[in-house]
């Protein structure tokens, strides 16, 4: 196996370990001093400097400046001079186009402030730059194109473990300063305090601190290979759990269908999801296929059978894709989703190649795992640079669709989502608004219009009291109990029951809340309680919310007290007033109660 971490003499690049050192210690401190000169250019709202000023540049050096330095911590030692910095140059390059442009397509009105970038772009960001490094570091090493697989295993997974044990250090290092700070603190002195909430101090010390951890870990290499085994043997085994789990509930779906995995809103996510796992437990337990490293017999037979359960896995993701995208068109979540499943097809096919190709061909255990691994790398690093550029930039081709399926008639002008054009889209959907306010059907440019006039998505829809009425969709507690008649019925936008559009969102239980021998309902989504009443025309009417404080632990979620029997109706503490302007309602203060004290 080829060292990618020296060169033919044995000695590193940069002249031993005292070289690697003032080289990481270097590139820390002028990480720390850019991010702090940054921090300074955006740190007041009002009086923003250059180059804050500039949006699209400063959210390009922010991700440039975040994460290049943290490539080149790895690749000291591993790369020549000349090789890392090429490298360098190039990874900082394509850093800061993505950044520029995913801040050139926001809009820059209503909340824009620093560092501007939106969150999609800077985790993909940091995973492409991590699987493109690992490719490299390893081919420049051995100098060839593709290099060997237990050569990319290596690589990736010592340096996994270096940053994840570096992140602790840091970690570790600022709770023991605010240890510090507090025993100061109880004798009278606030120096250490003072000092650690100054941004000149806490910036380039965090990122020095980080470089440390980065060379501490790095110079006793074969201990980074000992803990990587242990935490390779470990997680290897919890393979054999999430096997039976997704067996189990692939083997259940018969009977149950599938209608109660749509309910949940994100039954995409929640596969995919559960595909990553596998797909990282597999490696743990696969490793880099050596015959001296092949696990057990129990553990072999678990990876031959996770692999082969990616595939219904991705087909069920791709099939629920399919049905949100085939009702409501694409948004640039279905687009990164359809990205991710994109490069789960690969998985997929290439992994139950691995697990079945005995059956039909003698190969090594799941050989051909290993392709599979290095073509999947190089796509998502390709998909992940299209996506967040203006190539397949989601929000251009979401806008494009939606805009699509409105002329040709497969949403009608009414229910056209005009707040996603307006609020999420960014640049191309106000340029898409603004051609739609110019539309030759009234209805659609009025409500483009609308939809331009306003600040935020709930006025906007406040404002639209010409949505046509909606049938509620309600879940009924207990089970098997039913609604009131008239209950369920279309209502407009200005009813609670608007808003439920899935049975899973809402939860309606029937009580006679005040023992008048009538009932009334209890509607609560996942923040509020809604009564409902009845009246002498037999139309339920809005009464008004019961809003919960929440304290302690425990679920945050409405609808979980509404299943509860202790909820119950209770007397009023105090009455309310008649006034000559009208009733006056008593509000209870509704603090959390104070902490029990215990004995210091």
């Known amino acids: 196996m080829t060292d990618p971490y020296n060169d033919q003499t044995?000695?590193?690049s940069l002249g031993g370990t005292k070289g690697l050192a003032v080289a990481r210690l270097g590139i820390g401190l002028v990480q720390g001093l850019l991010l702090y000169a940054l921090y300074r250019s955006g740190a007041s709202h009002d009086a923003l400097t250059w180059p804050a000023t500039h949006p699209p540049l400063f959210g390009a050096l922010i991700l440039a400046v975040s994460f290049?330095?943290?490539?080149?911590?790895?690749?000291?030692?591993?790369?020549?001079?000349?090789?890392?910095?090429?490298?360098?140059?190039?990874?900082?390059?394509?850093?800061?186009?993505?950044?520029?442009?995913?801040?050139?397509?926001?809009?820059?009105?209503?909340?824009?402030?620093?560092?501007?970038?939106?969150?999609?772009?800077?985790?993909?960001?940091?995973?492409?730059?991590?699987?493109?490094?690992?490719?490299?570091?390893?081919?420049?090493?051995?100098?060839?194109?593709?290099a060997d697989f237990d050569d990319y295993f290596d690589t990736a997974w010592k340096a996994g473990v270096q940053l994840a044990l570096s992140l602790g250090f840091t970690g570790a290092f600022w709770l023991l300063l605010f240890l510090g700070a507090a025993l100061f603190r109880i004798i009278g002195l606030r120096f250490l305090e003072d000092l650690i909430g100054e941004e000149w101090f806490s910036i380039p010390v965090t990122c020095l601190v980080f470089a440390v951890a980065?060379?501490?870990?790095?110079?006793?290499?074969?201990?980074?290979?000992?803990?990587?085994?242990?935490?390779?043997?470990?997680?290897?085994?919890?393979?054999?759990?999430?096997?039976?789990?997704?067996?189990?509930?692939?083997?259940?779906?018969?009977?149950t269908g599938l209608d109660g995995l749509?309910?949940?809103?994100?039954?995409?996510?929640?596969?995919?999801?559960?595909?990553?796992?596998?797909?990282?437990?597999?490696?743990?337990?696969?490793?880099?296929?050596?015959?001296?490293?092949?696990?057990?017999?129990?553990?072999?037979?678990?990876?031959r059978v996770a692999s082969v359960l990616l595939t219904p896995l991705i087909l069920i993701a791709i099939w629920g894709l399919s049905l949100r995208i085939g009702q409501h068109g694409l948004t640039p979540d279905r687009i990164i989703a359809s990205a991710c499943a994109l490069v789960g097809v690969i998985y997929a096919a290439g992994y139950g190649w691995a697990?079945?190709?005995?059956?039909?061909?003698?190969?090594?255990?799941?050989?051909?795992?290993?392709?599979?691994?290095?073509?999947?790398?190089?796509?998502?690093?390709?998909?992940?640079?299209?996506?967040?550029?203006?190539?397949?930039?989601?929000?251009?081709?979401?806008?494009?669709?939606?805009?699509?399926?409105?002329?040709?008639?497969?949403?009608?002008?009414?229910?056209?989502?005009?707040?996603?054009?307006?609020?999420?889209?960014?640049?191309?959907?106000?340029?898409?608004?603004?051609?739609?306010?110019?539309?030759?059907?009234?209805?659609?440019?009025?409500?483009?219009?609308?939809?331009?006039?306003?600040?935020?998505?709930?006025?906007?829809?406040?404002?639209?009291?010409?949505?046509?009425?909606?049938?509620p969709r309600v879940g009924v507690w207990p089970e098997g109990a039913t609604l009131p008649a008239g209950f369920v019925t279309p209502v407009r936008r200005?009813?609670?029951?608007?808003?439920?559009?899935?049975?899973?969102?809402?939860?309606?239980?029937?009580?006679?809340?005040?023992?008048?021998?009538?009932?009334?309902?209890?509607?609560?989504?996942?923040?509020?309680?809604?009564?409902?009443?009845?009246?002498?025309?037999?139309?339920?009417?809005?009464?008004?919310?019961?809003?919960?404080v929440f304290c302690g632990s425990g679920s945050n979620d409405v609808r979980e007290l509404l299943k509860n029997p202790q909820t119950a109706p209770v007397a009023p503490a105090w009455p309310d007033l008649s006034t000559p302007r009208g009733e006056a309602r008593f509000t209870p203060e509704q603090d959390c109660p104070a902490p029990v004290a215990v004995n210091p």
Request: proline letters at 5%; charged letters at 20%; a positive charge.
């Open 10 to 12: 044995g000695r590193t």
């Open 355 to 471: 697990a079945l190709s005995p059956f039909w061909k003698k190969t090594a255990w799941m050989k051909p795992l290993e392709r599979t691994n290095v073509a999947a790398a190089v796509l998502t690093v390709g998909v992940i640079l299209a996506l967040f550029s203006p190539l397949l930039d989601p929000a251009r081709l979401s806008v494009g669709d939606q805009v699509a399926r409105l002329k040709r008639g497969a949403v009608s002008a009414a229910l056209f989502d005009y707040g996603f054009l307006r609020f999420e889209a960014g640049k191309p959907g106000r340029a898409a608004l603004a051609d739609l306010a110019k539309s030759s059907n009234a209805e659609i440019a009025r409500r483009a219009k609308q939809a331009q006039a306003t600040d935020n998505r709930y006025d906007l829809k406040q404002k639209d009291d010409s949505l046509p009425p909606r049938t």
């Open 68 to 146: 290049t330095p943290v490539m080149l911590l790895a690749g000291v030692g591993r790369l020549s001079v000349k090789a890392l910095a090429i490298w360098g140059l190039i990874a900082a390059a394509v850093l800061m186009l993505l950044g520029w442009h995913d801040v050139a397509q926001q809009a820059t009105d209503g909340r824009f402030y620093p560092p501007y970038l939106r969150f999609p772009v800077i985790a993909f960001a940091a995973a492409a730059l991590f699987i493109a490094h690992h490719l490299i570091v390893p081919a420049v090493a051995s100098r060839r194109w593709i």
């Open 494 to 548: 200005d009813d609670p029951r608007y808003d439920c559009e899935d049975a899973v969102e809402c939860l309606a239980t029937a009580r006679d809340l005040n023992g008048d021998g009538r009932t009334e309902v209890l509607l609560a989504d996942r923040f509020r309680i809604a009564l409902f009443a009845q009246g002498p025309d037999g139309v339920w009417t809005h009464q008004g919310d019961y809003r919960v």
């Open 214 to 255: 980065v060379q501490l870990t790095d110079v006793r290499s074969g201990l980074i290979r000992g803990v990587r085994t242990v935490a390779l043997m470990l997680l290897s085994w919890l393979l054999l759990v999430i096997t039976v789990l997704v067996a189990s509930f692939l083997l259940a779906l018969p009977f």
């Open 262 to 303: 749509w309910k949940t809103g994100s039954a995409t996510a929640l596969v995919l999801s559960a595909a990553a796992a596998l797909i990282i437990l597999i490696n743990t337990a696969y490793q880099d296929g050596r015959e001296d490293n092949l696990p057990p017999v129990v553990l072999r037979v678990a990876v």
